[in-house]
Structures are given as structure tokens and as C-alpha cells.
């Protein structure tokens, strides 16, 4: 059995963050749900998918093998792929927006996707922290029929109004995720980070070997998309521990003394630092202390290891899903914990 304009069904969109061959397979998952692709129906050939639709041979080759080690597809020598069983259960349509592709937030993409198998479709974009091309992705994704929409929303300039767009979404299909946004309304999931309390209670766990400085300082650059709660818990704590404060906002022209701490948020304003450190001839760790915001793999080798304050995101992906999965409107609060190493 063949299909007349079967590329009516089978699509690939290019600003997708998605894996291709998962958007190739989640559209024909999708066309199957919908009664639009039959039992026995013939699939195109691997090379007029390539040419269709202007994909890798390599990437229509894995969606059709992805489908096959499901069950959905079978395939015959010679003759190519066919829709093998249409009993494949009711599939999640997910959209996940992030506000960055980082170390940290494949991290979750990947648990979430783990988590939560094959029993999801999910289309993934990426904003880059712009308020417009989130707000222009979620007004286009509105009309299509998601069961969920998973934000995190973090944004440069621009957002002070995003809970107003947000606040246009079904709430029983939201899940907010990462930071909590003050004004978004209703019942809806959530799995955040209390950057306020997270980073006071991390420097609480460090101050016994804080104690061998005098002063902390946090950079901070003045045009990011990290929340100010963050310097408002770092201000809270050298306050209660009386320990004189400072925020610098450019690592590269800041005087460094002996006996500071360093508090990096960004990986860039670390290696300026370290190599700023080593410079004057200063030893970390004893010298000056430093701490990185968000733990890597790499920071447990770095000069014998930096000392790391850290969410984790591995948990926050499958706690996301989880939501999901239990159809839970719950607001959850990530671990975060302090690491302490050879830096401090």
C-alpha cells in the first residue's frame, strides 16, 4: 500500500534543536496516531528521503532503524521500509524550549529525554536568552496540539513581561523549569532552583575554609541572563558572616590580592582568572580561594580541582519528567550542593 503526498506528513524543521532522524521518526509516529499512516503502508526510499527533504542519507537511514528497533516499522530486501504495527499507544507531544544548548543543559535534555522513552515526541527549541524569538516560538507552537510545554526561562533583556506569554499557555500542559517566574499564575509543574537560599546555604557548608580570607567577591557580569537572586543570597551571607563583599562585573581589570575568594559564574571569566592568578605568582587554594558556579568534569582536575557550587542536573531532567509521567502539577526543588576541593 503506498500514501499519495506522504511529505505532507514527513518533515524536518530546521531551527529545531531536535535531533533530525528524531524529527523524521516523530513525524511518522505522529502521522500513525493521527490515522494518516496505515498498516503496510510503504515508506519512501532512504535516498528520496535524503533528496526530499534535503537531509543526510545517514540521518533517514537512522530514523527508519530507530522505528524498526521500536517495532513500528518492518522492512523487506530490496523492497525498503513499511509500517509494520500501528498499536503503538498514545504518544506524548512534548515542546521543550531552553535558553541555551550548554554543558549543563544537554545534561538535561538528555535525562529528561531518557526518563521518559519512547513514550514521547518532543520537538526542542533554543531561544539564546532572546525575549523575541521566544515569544515569536511560543505564539507558532500555541496552535499545534502539545500535551506539555517545558520552558526554562532565562533571558538577557527583555523578559520582564515573558509571564504574560507564559500565562496565555494551558496550565495543566506547563511545566516551568529551572527558575520559578514571578507572575505566572495557576496550577502548573514546576522543578526549580531557590537561587537565593541555594547559594547562601553552599557558603554556609564552605566557611570554615572561608574563614582563612577576608573578603569575597563575586563575578557578576552586568549583562547576563543569570537571576540577580543570586547576588542577593551571596550579599545575605558575607553580611551575616561578616565578611567584606564586593561584585565585579569584569574579571579582566579587577586588583586580586591575597586572601580573596573568587566566586565565578561564567567558564570564560574562570580561565581569566586562574590565568590572572598565576600571573602574580599567587597559589590557589591558599593564596586565593576560588569557586565555580556549576560543576564540570573538568573542574575536578583543573589545579588539583575547583571547588564547584552546583545544581544537579541530571536530577532536574528526570525530575521534569517524572511530572510528566505522573501528570503531577507539583513546584520541586532541585538538590544543590557545594564540592569541595583543593581551590579553596
Known amino acids: 500500500m503506498k ?8 518533515h524536518v524543521d530546521e531551527l529545531s534543536a531536535t535531533p533530525k532522524y528524531l524529527q523524521l521518526a516523530n513525524s511518522i509516529l505522529k502521522g500513525i496516531g493521527a490515522g494518516q499512516l496505515e498498516k503496510e503502508v510503504t515508506l519512501p526510499s532512504i535516498n528520496d528521503l535524503s533528496y526530499e527533504l534535503d537531509i543526510a542519507r545517514d540521518t533517514a537511514e537512522k530514523a527508519y532503524k530507530h522505528l524498526k528497533q521500536m517495532g513500528v516499522l518492518g522492512s523487506v530486501p530490496g523492497k525498503g521500509y513499511f509500517i509494520q504495527n500501528t498499536e503503538i499507544g498514545q504518544q506524548l507531544k512534548i515542546f521543550l524550549l531552553f535558553n541555551k544548548l550548554s554543558f549543563h543543559k544537554k545534561i538535561i535534555y538528555d535525562a529528561f529525554v531518557e526518563a521518559l522513552g519512547d513514550n ?8 539564546n536568552n532572546d525575549f523575541l524569538l521566544f515569544k515569536r516560538l511560543l505564539a507558532a507552537k500555541q496552535k499545534e ?15 520582564h513581561h515573558a509571564y504574560e506569554i507564559i500565562n496565555s499557555l494551558p496550565k495543566d500542559k506547563l511545566i516551568l523549569l529551572d527558575k520559578l517566574l514571578p507572575g505566572v499564575t495557576g496550577d502548573y509543574g514546576a522543578v526549580y532552583e531557590d537561587f537565593e537560599e541555594d547559594i547562601f546555604h553552599a557558603l554556609e557548608k564552605a566557611k570554615p575554609l572561608l574563614s582563612k580570607y577576608h573578603s569575597l567577591k563575586i563575578v557578576f557580569p552586568a549583562y547576563t541572563y543569570f537571576p540577580t537572586e543570586i547576588l ?7 553580611k551575616e558572616y561578616a565578611f567584606e563583599s564586593k561584585v565585579v562585573h569584569d574579571i579582566s581589570h579587577e586588583p586580586i590580592h591575597a586572601g580573596e575568594v573568587y566566586i565565578n559564574l561564567m567558564e570564560t571569566d574562570l580561565v581569566k582568572l586562574i590565568e590572572r592568578i598565576i600571573t602574580l605568582k599567587l597559589k590557589v587554594g591558599k593564596d586565593v580561594g576560588v569557586i565555580s ?7 575536578k582536575i583543573i589545579l588539583d580541582g575547583i571547588t564547584t557550587m552546583s545544581t544537579d ?12 509521567l505522573d501528570k503531577s502539577k507539583e513546584h520541586l526543588e532541585v538538590p544543590f550542593d557545594l564540592t569541595i576541593r583543593a581551590s579553596l
Open 3 to 10: 500514501i499519495t503526498n506522504i511529505y505532507s506528513i514527513l
Open 293 to 299: 558556579y556549576n560543576d564540570t568534569p573538568l573542574k
Open 313 to 324: 542536573f541530571q536530577k532536574m531532567g528526570e525530575m521534569a519528567a517524572k511530572l510528566i
Open 145 to 159: 496540539d502539545y500535551n506539555y510545554y517545558v520552558i526554562i526561562p532565562h533571558f538577557l533583556e527583555g523578559g
Open 232 to 238: 542577593k543570597g551571596f550579599e545575605h551571607f558575607c
Open 120 to 127: 514521547a515526541a518532543i520537538d526542542f527549541y533554543i531561544y
